[in-house]
């Protein structure tokens, strides 16, 4: 999905990034609060991961002011107090969860997983669709119970389609999903990861459907 990161230490900061990248996110990193503020108010996000400490402007402050413009994306703080009092003023801030520093990227991947859940109402990290299943947890994709070998990308686009089903998404809405702001897709991009998709899931019950001049849905035999 589309994820920012927010964190001011270039060692930390590289690293949550690369690690997120080799899954096949999306993945924006900015170092300074003033100006992530401005992107959040001009982009919006399936995810933020947030440090508090931020030059320009605190993080507690670019919180607030996300959450003044009622942009619901799920945000895990990333924070060196250990107080509860302190987890507790950042929960009524907004915060979705926090994680304290140090922490292990295992407990970073679950709970971002956790955050994406509960923002597209799931409960769970499998998502099933007629005879396909996608574990997000894994990065695997089954039909009828056989491993389909995919791209990180190509997972990454399915997992948008099955956790949108039945609604029309735009090649703008899908870039946004699958490219940061330092990538530049070419002008066929969708359609490339589209094609290659349907192709790799050709037993699927799942159809990929193209509406010419709005975008792609997904559906089922009985939908």
């Given at each position: ?151 990180p990308r190509e997972l990454r686009l399915l997992e948008v389609f099955m956790s949108h089903t039945g609604r029309v998404l ?16 070419g002008a066929n991009a969708i359609e490339l990861y589209v094609g290659r998709l349907r192709k790799k899931m050709e037993q ?20």
């Amino acid at each position: 999905m589309r994820v920012l990161i927010v964190e001011d230490d270039s060692t930390l900061g590289e690293a949550i990034s690369r690690h997120l990248q080799k899954q096949g996110q999306a993945v924006d990193w900015i170092a300074d609060g003033a100006l992530a503020d401005r992107v959040l108010a001009q982009q919006s996000f399936d995810l933020i991961i947030l440090d508090l400490n931020l030059p320009g402007l605190g993080g507690e402050r670019v919180l607030e002011k996300l959450r003044r413009r009622d942009d619901p994306a799920p945000v895990l703080i990333l924070t060196a107090r250990g107080q509860v009092e302190d987890r507790i003023a950042l929960l009524n801030l907004g915060a979705d969860d926090y994680l304290t520093k140090p922490f292990d990227f295992g407990e970073l991947d679950a709970r971002c997983r956790a955050l994406l859940r509960r923002s597209q109402g799931q409960a769970q990290d499998l998502l099933k669709l007629g005879n396909t299943e996608l574990d997000r947890r894994a990065c695997e994709v089954r039909i009828d119970g056989r491993l389909i070998e995919l791209a990180p990308r190509e997972l990454r686009l399915l997992e948008v389609f099955m956790s949108h089903t039945g609604r029309v998404l735009s090649k703008a809405e899908l870039i946004d999903h699958l490219y940061g702001f330092d990538e530049t897709p070419g002008a066929n991009a969708i359609e490339l990861y589209v094609g290659r998709l349907r192709k790799k899931m050709e037993q699927s019950s799942v159809q990929i459907c193209t509406l010419r001049g709005l975008g792609y849905v997904v559906k089922t035999p009985s939908s």
